[in-house]
């Protein structure tokens, strides 16, 4: 197909979910961009937002949309969303032509789309019908329009796929194109149609998750929610393999930071609210940050070390002989560190044993090996493990960041922050993992610590001590 020979999308929900005139459209959008309050972020490199109706999501979407310095020159803007109409195991980039909206042309960089589809042509399709329905991406336009001032182009890319495996590729496909010259829009709405109170718990544990920037931590939560069996909840994240796909292409970064701008659900929307088979929206700015590097941190080489470490003293407990001979590992100060660490053991996805300490007194290699050995053999909710166990046995280790005392529970992000509960003789512990892996709220979270682990009652948090932590957490 030759240049001239390429036809523009037309607009699919023009006049349904928002105005088809441009002159109403300009006077609704640059409407919600002024109501939009700036967090002053700097180095914002992706956004979340909703893709529902103006009436409902507009003002949600704005928020996030003003957060973007408007004079800043993108090169190109990749416009995630997941496919609401069909399933086809991959993504498809749009290289037909440009989009016409109401106000005019969007510029597609169909040579981008090109190199990603002949780079990568297992991944990506250019199979255009995918598109033509879909208004998760033509909903973003208007405030990318009529917010920024210099021209851009869109590469327009919608996800058939519901395999993490899938998400985990195109990440890896579409993360050379993640520089400060473009910018990422993923294209999502919340929990769908329980009711309004059902729909704010629900999604604040996703809310929580995706501030993480972890995605196991979203894969958790939203497999919690599911396990909740919560009336009326089809998904909890309708756009989940998008986000899924941005946050992986986040995870090894540690200088991006996810901060929550504006939640709400439909039944919030003015005239239009009801309290039932609602909605939810949020909008998140991702941005880069400098991180000062104060943080205790691992390497790679450092956890497969620590993991070696562990799996080798339970083999040489139960050699008989004790004749195995292993390679002495090598020492680095951070393995030689004081800090606190869990060995957590489990076998076909059950746990069968966790034990550890919240700070250390001796190296970081020797504390790993003791929690070992009672993670296996001392942790009273169950019976030593045996030796024919080991080999299924899976070794996970987290590691303890120092310990900060709270006032104020809204500091406790669920899945970054462990708890530690205490009060007088009394107190009680869960590692981050553990909100995500259950899908509790925050106070679910504290609530259970202080009932089940530190037998102070349902409400014994409210009246104890609170220290948070975060845990470097492994496995192989």
């Keep these: 197909m030759h240049q001239n020979e390429l036809i523009c999308r037309r607009p699919a929900v023009a006049g349904k979910f928002y105005p088809a005139q441009a002159e109403q459209l300009e006077k609704e959008v640059s409407g919600y961009l002024r109501e939009s309050k700036s967090k002053n972020l700097e180095n914002i490199q992706g956004i979340i937002v909703p893709h529902a109706g103006y009436v409902f999501s507009g003002q949600t979407a704005a928020s996030a949309f003003a957060q973007l310095n408007p004079d ?24 037909d032509g440009d989009w016409e909206m109401p106000y005019g042309i969007e510029k597609v960089n169909i040579q981008t789309g090109k190199e990603l589809i ?15 329905e879909e208004h998760s991406l ?9 917010h920024l001032n210099n021209d851009y182009k869109i590469v327009p890319i919608i996800l058939g796929t519901s395999d993490p495996s899938v998400c985990e590729e195109i990440a890896m496909a ?12 993923i294209s999502t709405d919340l929990s769908h149609y329980p009711s309004y109170l059902d729909a704010k718990k629900a999604d604040e544990t996703t809310i929580n998750a ?3 920037g972890n995605p196991q ?52 929307a003015k005239y239009y609210g009801k309290n039932d088979n609602v909605v939810g929206y949020c909008s998140i700015a991702i941005a880069k940050e400098k991180i000062e ?58 746990l069968r044993g966790c034990i550890g300490r919240m700070t250390g007194n001796i190296p970081l290699h020797e504390l790993v090996k003791e929690m070992s050995l009672s993670a296996a053999f001392h942790d009273h909710r169950f019976t030593p493990l045996q030796d024919s166990e080991l080999d299924n046995a899976e070794i ?76 470097t957490v492994f496995s192989e």
């Design 72 to 95: 800043k020159i993108y090169e190109n803007i990749f416009i995630i969303g997941s496919s609401h109409h069909h399933s086809f195991g991959n993504a498809a980039v749009y290289i």
């Design 118 to 132: 002949e780079k990568f042509p297992r991944i990506f399709t250019s199979n255009s019908s995918y598109h033509r």
């Design 138 to 146: 033509e909903v973003q336009l208007p405030f990318l329009h009529y």
């Design 174 to 185: 579409l993360k050379p194109n993640f520089t400060e010259n473009n910018l990422f829009v």
């Design 210 to 212: 995706i501030l993480t």
């Design 217 to 268: 931590n979203l894969i958790d939560a939203l497999n919690g929610n599911a396990r909740k069996r919560i009336p009326g909840l089809a998904t909890s994240l309708c756009g989940w393999t998008s986000v899924l796909t941005f946050m992986i292409m986040t995870e090894e970064e540690q200088t991006y930071k996810y901060n929550l701008i504006s939640a709400c659900n439909s039944g919030d």
């Design 293 to 350: 590097k104060s943080e205790f941190s691992l390497t790679s080489n450092e956890k497969e070390t620590l993991l070696k470490i562990a799996r080798r003293t339970l083999e040489n407990h139960f050699s008989k002989t004790n004749s195995k001979i292993f390679e002495k590992p090598e020492l680095t100060s951070n393995l030689k560190a004081s800090c606190g660490a869990f060995v957590t053991l489990h076998i076909n996805g059950r």
């Design 396 to 471: 996970e280790i987290s590691v303890l960041s120092p310990l900060r005392k709270i006032h104020d529970i809204d500091e406790i992000i669920p899945g970054k922050h462990g708890i530690l509960i205490e009060n007088g003789y009394r107190s009680g512990v869960f590692l981050p993992q553990v909100a995500t892996e259950t899908g509790w709220d925050i106070e679910e979270f504290l609530g259970h610590c202080a009932r089940d682990k530190a037998g102070l009652g349902w409400e014994g948090w409210k009246t104890a001590n609170i220290y948070i932590f975060t845990a």
